[in-house]
């Protein structure tokens, strides 16, 4: 179910933030974005990083920005990203399969 602002952005015909990208924040700020967490995984793999993988496994937004799981679930569903789709994992968090 979409929040009221949602509802109301949409009606306005505003535009709407949006989840792009499956990401991983690391420790050290750097996000790597891929289409789901395990591609994040594989890049950060292949660009030297010590296994397993550190980070906090968020979302880029459509203006660029790295949110967290939680956060990302807010603006998913607020984006109608959600509507006709089956829910992974924890219901107060978003999975990258949530959206595909």
């Known amino acids: ?47 030297g990083y010590p296994t397993p993988v550190k980070g906090t496994q968020g979302f880029v937004d459509s203006s660029g920005c790295f949110v967290d799981r939680a956060d990302a679930l807010i603006i998913a569903r607020d984006a109608g990203q959600l509507e006709g789709r089956k829910k992974h994992g924890p219901s107060n968090i978003l999975f990258s399969e949530d959206l595909y």
């Not at 009221?4 to 949006?18: D, S």
């Open 1 to 47: 179910m979409r929040s009221l602002l949602g509802v109301l952005l949409l009606l306005l015909g505003l535009n709407v933030r949006k989840i792009a990208h499956a990401a991983i924040k690391t420790d050290q700020g750097v996000v790597i974005v891929g289409k789901r967490h395990h591609n994040c995984i594989a890049i950060m793999v292949e660009c």
